[in-house]
Nanobody
């Protein structure tokens, strides 16, 4: 399984950004794709996840209402649409796959390389 995260960049507070996670190497019909982030000096934290076959989603409270996770089956890609970005959202964002829905990083067994999001105030 290969996961390629992209779409990060430098934006200002209040701006939007869309991250992509392109998946290859395995059928994802029965998997969960999640986004995690690691801010400077902080622990890795769960952001959002989506169940590939059902489309059901799960969000961290800190991003609920601002971030939306979605999938494109034809492109084997999961997106994280981020609105109203705040400086506190600055982090390296990683996508990962897991056999079931979870907000626990250790459940995820394949990880992408990460993409940096920097939000200036």
């Amino acid at each position: 399984v290969q996961l390629q995260a992209s779409g990060g960049g430098l934006v200002q507070a209040g701006d939007s950004l869309r991250l992509s996670c392109a998946a290859s190497g395995r059928t994802f019909n029965y998997y969960t794709i999640g986004w995690f982030r690691r801010a400077p000096g902080k622990e890795r934290e769960f952001v959002a996840a989506i169940r590939w076959n059902s489309g059901s989603t799960y969000y961290a409270d800190s991003v609920k209402g601002r971030f939306t996770i979605a999938r494109d089956n034809a492109k084997n890609t999961v997106y994280l649409q981020m609105l109203s970005l705040e400086p506190e959202d600055t982090a390296i964002y990683y996508c990962a796959s897991a056999p079931y829905m979870s907000d626990t990083a250790t459940v995820y067994n394949f990880w992408g390389q990460g993409t940096l999001v920097t939000v200036s105030s």
